[in-house]
């Protein structure tokens, strides 16, 4: 089936740095894709829908200038968090969709000290 | 906006019990997903319900959609030690991801 790689699959970082997280379909195309966060025993909290050579949309509450996003092929959109904080520690995962069903990647684990 | 409620939040069975786990959607569907998540892993796709009514099986996994297209069931026949993890159903093409099912399967 279609991959979905993520990279960092974790990082570390101090507060008030920025931390880029790479999504991209190894054997697709994918013209959307879909950045998640996840909090431990928590359900995926969708942040925004990232389209190719556009702008992403963001879901409420979801901050646009914090957690920007780039989808700047169709096998690569980027997630960067700005001014991490420890707050902003969480799971963040990708997912994109082919004709059939829609693939996650792995994830990155984010834990801002 | 939009919600997708799962109930029970947790399952505890002894192994070979059955298991079903319920979704709840304030709104309808146009298609609702099922993922299954181990414990540290990520999302992966089970199966996806379109049609009003419909019923699917995937060996031990039966899932239904519901004829209002507003909630869905997923149910394990005999669990067993391999079907630990988090079910989550999702629905709309953002995949708005319900609350999700924590089961736990005791050999």
């Known amino acids: 089936g279609a991959v979905v790689s993520q990279h960092p699959s974790w990082v570390i970082c101090k507060s008030g740095t920025s931390v880029k997280i790479e999504c991209r379909s190894l054997?697709?195309?994918?013209?959307?894709m879909f950045w998640y966060r996840q909090f431990p025993k928590q359900s995926l909290m969708l942040m925004a829908t990232?389209?190719?050579?556009?702008?992403?949309?963001?879901e409420q509450g979801v901050e646009k200038d914090k957690f920007l996003i780039n989808h700047a092929s169709l096998t690569l959109s980027t997630l960067t968090v700005t001014s991490a904080h420890p707050e902003d520690s969480s799971f963040y995962i990708c997912?994109?969709?082919?004709?059939?069903?829609?693939?996650f990647g792995p994830g990155t684990r984010l834990t801002v000290t | 906006g939009q919600q997708v409620m799962q109930i029970p939040q947790y399952q505890h069975v002894q192994e070979g019990e059955d298991f079903t786990t319920y979704c709840n959607s304030s709104?309808?569907?146009?298609?609702i997903q099922w993922y299954k998540q181990r414990p540290g892993g990520h999302p992966v796709f089970l199966i996806q319900l379109v049609k009003s009514g419909e019923v699917k099986k995937q060996k031990r996994l039966t899932f239904q959609f519901g004829e209002a297209k507003k909630n869905s069931s997923l149910h394990i026949t005999a669990t067993q030690t391999t079907d630990v993890g988090t079910y989550f159903c999702?629905?709309?093409?953002?995949?708005?991801f319900g609350t999700g099912t924590r089961l736990q399967v005791f050999p």
């Open positions: 054997d697709f195309q994918a013209t959307t």
């Open positions: 999702a629905g709309t093409d953002k995949l708005i």
């Open positions: 709104t309808t569907l146009s298609n």
């Open positions: 997912s994109a969709r082919d004709m059939r069903e829609q693939y």
């Open positions: 990232s389209n190719e050579g556009s702008k992403a949309t963001y």
